[in-house]
């Protein structure tokens, strides 16, 4: 379908099907948003066309108003998601309508006085010290004898604890992209932000590990410099890690049953249970705000206030 234009002076209109691959096209490129963002974001944004078109009879971009939008999370609301399910996507409009905005596609934004529901005071689930302690133990005793994938998975448990890096970081990994000897790795977090993250010597011998024993056995021409890679010598992707982290932890009756996002939710509690600043947390785990890292902070006094009703006599 071609690009028409319309009377209201020079703005170009297109299909919404248009729209979303030229902002597919945009976030890809000029924005450098991660493949599970982008995907996030098209899949939010095709059932707001989808709401449109078919609740409201809108297949115009330039029709839509405040009230669709409030229609549209209110559907949500009503078929049962989650407040930071609905939080999210109203995030996504709010992105996709700015940028048709900006780029002519509509003359005015109706999502500037759009606000999504307060998200819920939601403290994620993490390890105990002595469960995550646990875990690790059980990654080495598996990968005793030496199969490649028990080695991958071992040092890949132990970096993604020692770092508190996200498991997309992780699996975009590179070989280069490690000083072993100075024990750090260079990351590529969102937004195209590049940090380095220090990590200890139990990732670091997990890794040598993999580096001498387990990648040689699956290593092929087309692994390129993938740091982590699946048995068939393709760069290992994060649904593996996933349920390599579920399968340990199923050994562990008493923990939470995390992915590997609650290995870094446990980094990052455990470092400022120990001690470590909130902004050096911030700029470990690559987040923009600092209102994002405080969320630890709650979980640490969450679990304090725990033992002091436990210990405390008159509590």
């Known amino acids: ?41 098209l899949g939010d944004l095709r059932g707001l066309v989808d709401f449109l078109r078919v609740e409201c009879g809108i297949d115009d971009l330039a029709e839509v108003g405040l009230r669709e939008l409030r229609g549209w999370l209110a559907a949500q609301a009503d078929a049962g998601a989650a407040r930071s399910t609905i939080a999210r996507r109203s995030a996504a409009a709010r992105t996709f309508l700015g940028w048709a905005t900006r780029t002519g596609r509509i003359a005015q934004d109706p999502s500037l006085r759009l606000v999504a529901p307060k998200r819920a005071d939601h403290l994620p689930e993490v390890l105990r010290q002595g469960d995550a302690t646990a875990l690790m133990d059980l990654a080495a005793v598996a990968s005793d004898d030496q199969d490649p994938i028990r080695l991958r998975d071992r040092a890949a448990l132990e970096l993604l604890y020692a770092s508190g890096i996200r498991v997309g970081e992780l699996t975009a990994l590179d070989v280069d992209d490690l000083d072993l000897a100075g024990g750090v790795v260079r990351v590529m977090g969102k937004g195209g932000k590049e940090r380095t993250v220090p990590f200890g010597a139990p990732a670091r011998e997990a890794v040598e590990a993999w580096l001498t024993l387990g990648r040689p056995q699956v290593v092929v021409a087309a692994s390129g410099p993938a740091l982590f890679l699946g048995r068939r010598g393709r760069r290992a992707d994060a649904r593996q890690i996933r349920s390599a982290v579920h399968e340990l932890l199923a050994h562990l009756p008493d923990a939470p049953d995390l992915g590997p996002h609650g290995l870094r939710h446990s980094a990052a509690t455990h470092l400022l249970e120990g001690g470590a600043d909130l902004r050096l947390v911030q700029e470990l785990l690559g987040h923009a705000s600092l209102a994002t890292t405080q969320i630890y902070t709650h979980v640490s006094v969450d679990r304090l206030k725990a033992s002091y009703r436990q210990a405390h006599p008159r509590a």
């Open 1 to 41: 379908m071609r690009r028409r234009r319309v009377c209201d002076g020079d703005r170009v209109t297109e299909s919404p099907a248009q729209t979303l691959l030229a902002f597919e096209r945009h976030l890809r490129s000029e924005r450098g948003r991660s493949e599970h963002t982008t995907r996030a974001y």
